[in-house]
């Protein structure tokens, strides 16, 4: 395989979605690549899982990814396609803030290859039950409201009834006098709407997501020149000042190539590991 870094240079690449990810993605892309980005809504990737809960995610965030990205690809006729997923959670430090990791697939069929892009960072996703109106202007306040649009149920998180595409205050009031109507404990269910278009906190993650998918595309495996090289893992083990036992800081980057499995490693860190975090020293 012989492929330069300009190899998608004015060729199309597929993108499907129906929130509003072409306008994040398509400025990163085509400066950085020369690609040009074909957008389509043909197919309801809400089919595919949503947010809210109403339809679950059959499968990972990555095969998600790539369902959509091979359906895009369809659509449009296209060898190249892409796709964005998101995923919401516990943090992965304390567990106690909420978390977005981004999710971009870049998939070349002609190449027989897939790069993944991802990102992640603090979420803006709140949630609480609310029995009247100064209970829920409150929370919009606390939720970023009206930038971040919000989500109303009756009773409580999984009822089926649901309002959605909550932007203004007029709006937001009427749902939630509707959904409380509809309530049979005079509670409503309100919470942050995590659709791309619905939530910038989450837009700002999936733009840099499109940025480290970029890094990662104009990355070329010194063995084969096929885009994508990057590090795949960390090796921990930097020593401590203190005591001289291995921690779990890394020391070194180990990058591999997505076609031809080339890896080499990269140390990363010189010195010593601080005391205070050597799980000798500082149990």
Known sequence: MNLKPSIYQGLPVALLTQHGKQEL?????EVALGCRLVHTD???TDLLGTFTRDVARPSSQLEACRHKARIGMALTGTTLGMASEGAFGPDPYTGWMEWDTEVLLWVDAKHGLEVIGMAQGPAQSLHRMVRTTEELMQFATEALF??????LRPDHSEHPDLY???SNVNSLLRA???ARAASTCDRVFVENDLRAYCNPTRQDIIRKAAENLVQKLSSLCPHCQ???YGITRKVL???CKACGHPTRLPVADIWQCVVCAHQEQRDTAHGWADPGQCDRCNP
């Open 25 to 29: 993605i398509r400025p990163i892309l």
């Open 237 to 239: 083990g930097l020593r």
């Open 146 to 151: 009206p930038e971040h649009h919000l989500v």
């Open 226 to 228: 096929a885009p994508g």
């Open 176 to 178: 939630f006098h509707a």
């Open 164 to 166: 959605k595409d909550l």
């Open 42 to 44: 043909g197919y309801d």
